[in-house]
């Protein structure tokens, strides 16, 4: 067996253990970097439900399950926070993705809100999903069905409602659905509400954790 020697072994230990500094610090200074973080997510907006100004600095991306506890606390305890210090002051805007998974009929509603979407666009859905939330049963029942999502859309104001039946009852958006999904998993999202800010994921969906991502990305 041949064995390095002494002297030419720690010579390669300090040679390796220099690259691996010089390494280490070139990745720090890439994370550091405004969106040189390799945790920083990239996703297609084009035709997702948007809430604030189009042109405001910092783009939030939520991923919900109408179904979802979790995300109706988000809804009820976050966003009047987040839509009234961010969003209506035109600082930061929102996009909402479905990742439904709870159940069938997580699937059923996220497709619902987005035949909605289909004629009433951004007003319409958010309305929609509004009322979604507050209707929210127990996630464990199957309490998103058809005729629940007709009786709910019926407030939506001006939404014809022989076209949502049809919508609905054919799955006319499960494309979109399933392509919301697909986002969800090449993000790795693995549950909801996952709130990112400019592509960056929240430690959680507090108030206070969003307002600071928020504040520092308007940095």
Known sequence: MTRLNPQSSNRNILLIGTLVAVVLIALV????????????????????????????????????????????????????????????????????????????????????????????????YNQFATYLFRAQGDEKVQWATAPRLEDLASNVEGLDAAKFKTCVETAATKAQVDADTAQANKAGVSGTPSVFVNGVLAPDYSAPTVSAAIDKALQ
């Open 29 to 124: 200074v890439f994370a550091v970097r405004p969106g040189g973080s390799a945790n920083t997510k990239s996703f297609d907006l084009t035709g997702q439900p948007l809430l604030g100004q189009a042109s405001a600095k910092v783009t939030m991306v939520v991923f919900e399950d109408f179904k979802c506890p979790n995300c109706k606390n988000f809804e009820d305890n976050t966003m009047p926070t987040v839509q009234s210090k961010y969003i209506d002051t035109g600082k930061a805007k929102l996009y909402k993705i479905n990742f439904p998974f709870i159940g069938p009929d997580s699937t059923t509603a996220a497709e619902a809100a987005e035949c909605v979407y289909l004629q009433k666009g951004d007003a319409g």
